[in-house]
């Protein structure tokens, strides 16, 4: 159930073979292809695998290229997934624009409840969308890791209050 292709030296064109020979997929429930050279594009074609009939449960994409388009590419699959519980985006460059659009999106996912964010030059829109996120009260996040991103004391200070308040 378990595939983990990291420091496979995976660009997008190879991730195109993989996906397609995963796309009727009914076991692998973790898929990490970490430390890879994965971009935005790769992203949107790995997103078919997150549609509603995904089994995966874990994705770990931390440490590739993955710029700011990719964050409303998956944020728009993660609001049909109902199998994804971890997902992990360390070390890549969402930035701001990236992250607030995959976080917006979780206001309508009632399954993620791990997410790693660390390292991606996220901002004060990303900690609003966050805020908002875990003002909700059928947020299901338990583990969240925002750490090493250029958000400010009172970004801090909003997520921690939502916090207190969830």
């Given at each position: 159930t378990?595939?983990?292709?990291?420091?496979?030296?995976?660009?997008?064109d190879?991730?195109r073979?993989?996906?397609?020979g995963?796309?009727h997929?009914?076991?692998?429930t973790?898929l990490?292809?970490?430390?890879n050279k994965i971009?935005?594009f790769?992203?949107?074609?790995?997103?078919?695998?997150?549609?509603?009939d995904?089994v995966?449960?874990?994705?770990?994409?931390?440490d590739?290229?993955?710029?700011s388009?990719a964050?409303?590419?998956?944020?728009a699959a993660l609001?049909?997934?109902?199998?994804l519980?971890?997902?992990?985006?360390?070390?890549?460059?969402?930035?701001d624009?990236?992250?607030?659009a995959l976080l917006?999106?979780?206001?309508?996912?009632?399954?993620l409840?791990?997410l790693?964010?660390?390292h991606?030059?996220?901002?004060?829109?990303s900690?609003a969308?966050l805020?908002?996120?875990?003002?909700?009260?059928?947020?299901?996040l338990?583990?969240?890791?925002?750490s090493?991103?250029e958000?400010?004391?009172?970004d801090?200070?909003?997520?921690?209050?939502?916090?207190d308040d969830?």
């Open positions: 378990y595939l983990s292709l990291p420091r496979n030296m995976i660009d997008d190879l991730l073979l993989l996906i397609t995963m796309i997929n009914q076991t692998v973790h990490d292809l970490s430390h971009t935005e790769g992203v949107r074609l790995l997103t078919r695998l997150l549609g509603s995904s995966i449960m874990t994705l770990d994409l931390g590739n290229q993955i710029r388009e964050g409303g590419y998956i944020g609001t049909e997934n109902e199998s519980v971890e997902l992990n985006l360390k070390l890549n460059r969402l930035q624009e990236g992250g607030q917006s999106a979780l206001l309508g996912n009632s399954t409840t791990a790693n964010l660390a991606n030059q996220l901002g004060s829109a900690a969308a805020i908002a996120c875990l003002q909700g009260a059928a947020s299901p338990i583990t969240l890791d925002v090493g991103n958000l400010n004391e009172g801090a200070e909003g997520v921690l209050s939502a916090l969830n």
